[in-house]
T-cell receptor
């Protein structure tokens, strides 16, 4: 069954504004990852947050994790046209340390209007 | 110097045919994966291989079979193709026990079954 659910499914904002995407998951996790997918391309890893972390920053990205609510958010500040893409949260399946692969949410399609 | 490569990028074929998709990674990773992304962009793990052993095998029809000639390659064979097999197939790799369990994705193979 699907682990993650992103919210919203689609988001359109003006360049320069901040974009916030949310993700909920169902089972306990060791970490949660966010990936970006540009149209027609493969996924690119953006950031990982561990279950004992509450917030993490990387450049214009800020990720939060609330394990009590089983939710995470991805904030992109000062958005640029190049940020237009689909964003997915993902969690590790099973307890095999990654051998079982990732379970992905449905994704948020972000459009940055110039 | 592509990290994870897949061939072909596009594959158009008739129902009932048998086809293969190739994947190679030059990252020295020990685990490789196949994911299927459907028309709604939902990504689902199909297989993973670790040190030439199949780790998981999702509820995927046995018409699909992964073949790993060595640690750097994981090919996907599909027999008796059906319309519902039309999707984008992504290969990925990771190093188990690594700091992040980050997965590196190939560019995808868009399979269209007519």
């Amino acid at each position: 069954s699907q682990q993650g659910e992103e919210d919203p499914q689609a988001l359109s904002i003006q360049e320069g504004e901040n974009a916030t995407m949310n993700c909920s998951y169902k089972t306990s996790i060791n970490n949660l990852q966010w990936y970006r997918q540009n149209s027609g391309r493969g996924l690119v890893h953006l950031i990982l947050i561990r279950s004992n972390e509450r917030e993490k920053h990387s450049g214009r990205l800020r990720v939060t994790l609330d394990t009590s609510k089983k939710s995470s958010s991805l904030l992109i500040t000062a958005s640029r046209a190049a940020d237009t893409a689909s964003y997915f949260c993902a969690t590790l399946r099973g307890s095999g340390g990654g051998a079982d692969g990732l379970t992905f949410g449905k994704g948020t399609h972000l459009i940055i209007q110039p | 110097d592509t990290a994870v490569s897949q061939t072909p990028k596009y594959l158009v074929t008739q129902m009932g045919n048998d086809k293969s998709i190739k994947c190679e990674q030059n990252l020295g990773h020990d685990t490789m994966y196949w994911y299927k992304q459907d028309s709604k962009k939902f990504l689902k793990i199909m297989f993973s291989y670790n040190n030439k052993e199949l780790i998981i095998n999702e509820t995927v029809p046995n018409r699909f079979s992964p073949k790993s000639p060595d640690k750097a390659h994981l090919n996907l064979h599909i027999n008796s193709l059906e319309l519902g097999d039309s999707a984008v197939y992504f290969c990925a790799s990771s190093q188990l026990g690594g700091r992040t369990n980050e997965q590196f994705f190939g560019p995808g193979t868009r399979l269209t079954v007519l």
